[in-house]
């Protein structure tokens, strides 16, 4: 079946760190796979997407590449900065009727 | 565009009564929504998926005499607590789907921004 495992949290980091979460999957077929942001109370937004293999998706900064050959897709920032303090959640889509597959979930907090 | 809207962003009710929430695709039509429950500090759990016009699949575990989903048009999907209980207290997400071939893009779900519900 279709699951995805997520790098436990909480993540602590200074400003302008470099910062990854793993993240890899396992599914039938080709998935299309997702990062997803919550800041506080609110819900998930959008952060980047790969819907092939070697895909790169990218945006704010952030980055990810889709590894067919393992099965990953792993979050990376060169340098975070406090507003980038969330939640960040791992998905991946390609079940019947495109149901998401979310990760646990990793907690950043980006201290001055 | 593809903005996801729910209604209402909070609520607080009595222990005993019910509660509708409801999601709307503002700009696109959906013929697919999915409602998620997300408890503190943890990921969302699929709860079922609404098709417009047809009964809602449930996930094993998920009671779907307490949560009833209607999907009522292309735009819009309520999911309604029945007699709710203190243990139902969570935070509550639903997400759309596009129309095949239409924008956007058919292979992302758009999410809304998430309902706090406080049973008492």
């Known amino acids: 079946g279709n699951s995805v495992t997520q790098m436990e949290g909480p993540v602590t980091l200074s400003e302008e760190a470099f910062l990854t979460i793993n993240c890899t999957y396992t599914?039938?077929?080709?998935?299309?796979l997702f990062w997803y942001v919550q800041y506080p109370g609110e819900g998930l937004q959008l952060l980047l997407k790969a819907t092939k293999a070697d895909d790169k998706g990218s945006n704010k900064g952030f980055e990810a590449t889709y590894r067919k050959e393992t099965t990953s897709f792993h979050l990376e920032k060169g340098s975070v900065q406090v507003s980038d303090s969330a939640v960040y959640f791992c998905?991946?889509?390609?079940?019947?009727?495109?149901?998401?597959?979310f990760g646990t979930g990793t907690s950043l907090t980006v201290i001055p | 565009g593809a903005v996801v809207s729910q209604h209402p962003s909070r609520v607080i009710c009595k222990s005993g009564t019910s509660v509708k929430i409801e999601c709307r695709s503002l700009?696109?039509?959906?013929?697919?929504m999915f409602w998620y429950r997300q408890f503190p500090k943890q990921s969302l759990m699929l709860m079922a998926t609404?098709?417009?016009?047809?009964?809602?699949?449930?996930e094993q575990g998920v009671e779907k005499d307490k949560f009833l989903i209607n999907h009522a048009s292309l735009t819009l999907s309520t999911l309604t607590v029945t007699s709710a209980h203190p243990e139902d207290s969570s935070f509550y997400i639903c997400?759309?789907?596009?129309?095949?071939?239409?924008?956007?893009?058919?292979?992302?779900?758009?999410f809304g921004p998430g309902t706090r519900l406080t049973v008492l």
């Open positions: 599914a039938t077929g080709y998935p299309s």
């Open positions: 609404s098709n417009e016009g047809s009964k809602a699949t449930y």
């Open positions: 700009d696109f039509q959906a013929t697919t």
């Open positions: 998905a991946l889509s390609g079940g019947t009727g495109n149901q998401f597959y």
């Open positions: 997400s759309a789907l596009s129309l095949a071939g239409d924008w956007p893009d058919y292979n992302e779900q758009f």
